[in-house]
C-alpha cells in the first residue's frame, strides 16, 4: 500500500512547531494585542471553508485525496473563492494562528504550507482535474484563482 502524507498532516505539524517556535523563539513581537486578536477572523474563514468544501467533497461523493482521480468536478459555493478552498482554509488557520501569537517567527508557518502544497499537491490536482475534466476545468480556471 502507497502511504503518503496527506495536506492535514502537514498543517498539523506546522501548527504544532508554529504555536511551540512562538513560545521558545518569541523574537519579535509584531502584531500586540488587542489587534493580535483580529486573528480569529481568519482562524474562523479557515474552519468555514474546510468544513465546507469538506461537506461538498462528500455530497458529491469525490475524492479529497490528491492523488486520486476525482468523479466530480465541484465549481460552486467556496469554490467561487479557491480552487482549493481547503488549502486556503488551513493557511487561513495558520495565517490567523500567527497574527494572534503575534511574533513573526510564527509567520514563517503559514507561508511554508503554501510552498508545500504549491510543490507537492497542487500540480498532481491541477494535473488530475484538467486530464479528467479537460476544457470545463480549463474554463474554470480562467475564472477563479488558485488560491485567492
Known sequence: MNQRILPPTYFI???IL????????PIISIVPPPYAYLGAIPVIFGIVMNVWADC???KRKTTVKPYEI???LITSSPFNISRHPMYCGMAGILFGTAIILGSITAFIFPIAFMALMEINFIPQEEKNM???FGTKYADYKKKVRRWI
Do not use: D, M, N, Q
Not at 18 to 25: A, K, P, Q
Open 56 to 58: 461538498l467533497f462528500k
Open 70 to 72: 476525482p468523479t466530480s
Open 13 to 15: 505539524v506546522l501548527l
Open 130 to 132: 484538467s486530464e479528467k
Open 18 to 25: 508554529l504555536i511551540g517556535t512562538h513560545f521558545v523563539f
